[in-house]
């Protein structure tokens, strides 16, 4: 499965030096931990990373659809606004084990962070929304997330500045 995650330069690096990096809640904001930890606890019962383990995911895109390629540059500043400027970014394009993904909707999961600071009591409707219907994915394909327990060294594909990134995207004329 593939899919593309905006990381720092230094993430990056752990990954490639020591083989694995994994997301630390230092860097998740106050507000928005119970809803992680939510998250978290949801791939543990999904069965996308093991028993025990206490997050925060990796957050990803999943390329799904007919489109079938990275997010657009829209979806990247509508994400990160004029910080998809600054040079720490990294776009990573990853190669995923499907049995260690989990995917779900970024609207309802957005509506999920405003609403509340605390852990969830249950899912957002849509949410959980998957490719088992017949004809995969529907409406906005930069609309697919995906969590992941760590990225590992071997499943990089690629690594790029993000602004290069961007600008290749405009060459593209994927806006």
Do not use: H, K
């Not at 970014?89 to 995923?96: C, K």
């Amino acid at each position: 499965m593939r899919l593309w995650t905006i990381q720092d330069v230094a993430f990056v690096g752990t990954a490639v030096s020591t083989g694995v990096a994994e997301a630390s809640w230092a860097r998740v904001q106050d507000g928005w931990r119970g809803a992680y930890a939510w998250m978290t606890r949801a791939m543990v019962r999904r069965r996308r990373a093991p028993t025990g383990w206490g997050g925060p995911p990796v957050w990803a895109w999943r390329a799904c659809g007919p489109r079938r390629g990275a997010p657009s540059r829209d979806a990247v500043e509508a994400m990160l606004g004029e910080a998809a400027n600054d040079p720490r970014w990294r776009m990573v394009t990853l190669r995923a084990r499907p049995g260690e993904v989990l995917l779900s909707r970024y609207g309802p999961w957005c509506e999920l962070l405003e609403r509340s600071p605390r852990a969830p009591s249950r899912a957002p409707r849509g949410l959980w929304q998957t490719a088992r219907r017949a004809g995969g994915w529907r409406g906005n394909y930069d609309d697919i997330q995906a969590c992941l327990v760590a990225i590992r060294r071997d499943d990089i594909v690629s690594v790029e500045s993000l602004a290069a990134w961007c600008a290749r995207a405009d060459r593209r004329g994927r806006r």
